[in-house]
């Protein structure tokens, strides 16, 4: 069985730091969750999907050729970047499981 997914805080977008949206698929291909959290700025398709970590979006497909995924070393679950500290240049980046209080913080790639 696989874990409840957070609701509470949205991730940023792991490209621009900015909010992302929660989207709902009109038609789901699957039996996957018919959501996942969209960059709010308008050119960029970039999406979080939990258990899928970062992809784009375009044509209605999920295009993973620019996948992002960082596992939780604590419980296997998907972590997003939760907060940026420009000043310090600094990511936080937490647990998308709703039991999993997991959070690390990394250099951001642009300071290096």
Do not use: N
């Not at 039991?99 to 642009?110: F, G, L, Q, R």
Request: hydrophobic share 30%.
């Amino acid at each position: 069985m696989k874990p409840d997914p957070k609701t509470q805080g949205f991730p940023l977008c792991d490209l621009h730091h900015c909010p992302m949206r929660r989207v709902m698929l009109e038609q789901p291909a699957s039996q996957e969750i018919p959501s996942f959290h969209q960059c709010e700025r308008r050119d960029c398709s970039r999406v979080f999907r939990d258990g899928h970590g970062y992809s784009d979006f375009a044509d209605d497909r999920f295009d993973v050729s620019r996948l992002s995924y960082r596992q939780c070393p604590a419980c296997a679950g998907t972590l997003y970047l939760a907060e940026v500290d420009h000043a310090l240049k600094v990511e936080t980046w937490e647990c998308a499981v709703m039991e999993c209080d997991y959070i690390e913080t990394v250099h951001s790639p642009a300071s290096r």
